[in-house]
């Protein structure tokens, strides 16, 4: 599906993995770009800089000058951020001009993130990323949901997003990302915490050949390896997902106890790789290694150490 006739202008707030994937599959359609992200006024926006260069989206100074004149706002930050980049954001923003948060945020928060963009004349529409955007890209599997979702679904579609609306009612479509966080980001941690203790006591065959058994669907192998993987690229990303799922839980009474913890591993993970114990970052990625026994052995030479 192509661009709308007339190509919105759309900014970009983040440019992180997502950021700059959204930002490679609008321009290749044509669609004007600008974008902001803190990281690009240091020398760790080195090779940001370059990636807008060579795909031609044009970097601002500040999330206004990103947003202002844009008639579509995609915010794509950690999620303790939600808030705040909507209320950067509010000044720049002329009346119409449709905000996407992307974010992963507790329904509350994205309530509190709709107030500064509604009170300016904006249009405020929560998204909720349902799986890992890179195999999908711009089509991963999107819920909207708020009162100008309907509005917007077909607008992203003709841009090639793959959005559904779940809800006019706010919260609802991140209240749906939230609980499956639980389950996916509390597994990532527990595999990671399984598979490390058993690598530890020698047993980790049988514990895989046992889970195979109970959950013969899943390759644990294989997705041992991924789960090792993403906690050690964006487990400082995940943590801070994680807290807000552990807001969700909290906001209706529910102490998150495996939600805490599960964002103490994520986090946990996350020291361990800015400490280099995974090996040095290039300017892509961590070191990656197919094997999560690798990975493992050196979580375990690190705790030894200690």
């Not at 947003?67 to 579509?72: F, M, Q, S, T, Y």
């Not at 527990?190 to 046992?210: C, D, K, L, P, Q």
């Not at 290039?282 to 200690?306: M, N």
Request: glycine share 10%; proline share 4%; hydrophobic share 45%.
């Amino acid at each position: 599906m192509t661009a709308p006739h007339s190509p919105w202008r759309v900014a970009l707030i983040g440019y992180g993995e997502v950021g700059r994937i959204l930002a490679e599959d609008l321009r290749a359609q044509g669609v004007p770009v600008s974008a902001f992200d803190l990281k690009l006024l240091g020398e760790a926006g080195e090779p940001l800089r370059e990636h807008a260069l060579q795909h031609g989206v044009a970097l601002t100074e500040s999330h206004v000058s990103a947003v202002r004149g844009a008639d579509l706002v995609v915010s794509a930050v950690t999620a303790s951020q939600t808030v705040a980049v909507a209320q950067a954001c509010a000044p720049g923003l002329q009346a119409g001009t449709f905000f996407l948060d992307f974010n992963s945020a507790s329904p509350g928060a994205k309530s509190r993130a709709a107030e500064f963009v509604d009170g300016v004349g904006g249009r405020y529409v929560e998204g909720a990323v349902m799986t890992s955007v890179p195999p999908h890209r711009i089509k991963v599997p999107l819920l909207l949901g708020g009162p100008e979702a309907a509005d917007l679904m077909p607008r992203l579609n003709a841009l090639g997003f793959a959005a559904q609306v779940v809800s006019e009612t706010l919260g609802v479509a991140s209240a749906t990302k939230m609980c499956r966080s639980v389950m996916i980001k509390g597994l990532e941690a527990m595999v990671i915490e399984s598979f490390t203790t058993a690598r530890a006591y020698g047993v980790e065959e049988a514990v895989i050949a046992s889970l195979a058994e109970t959950f013969p669907g899943i390759d644990w192998e294989q997705q041992g390896a991924y789960f090792f993987q993403r906690a050690i690229e964006h487990g400082r990303r995940r943590s801070e997902e994680v807290r807000e799922v552990a807001e969700t839980v909290r906001e209706i009474g529910l102490t998150p106890w495996s939600a805490k913890g599960t964002a103490e591993r994520q986090a946990w993970v996350a020291d361990l790789a800015d400490a280099g114990v995974f090996g040095a970052r290039t300017s892509r990625s961590f070191a990656r290694s197919g094997d999560w026994r690798t990975e493992a052995d050196r979580i375990l030479d690190h705790v030894k150490k200690d």
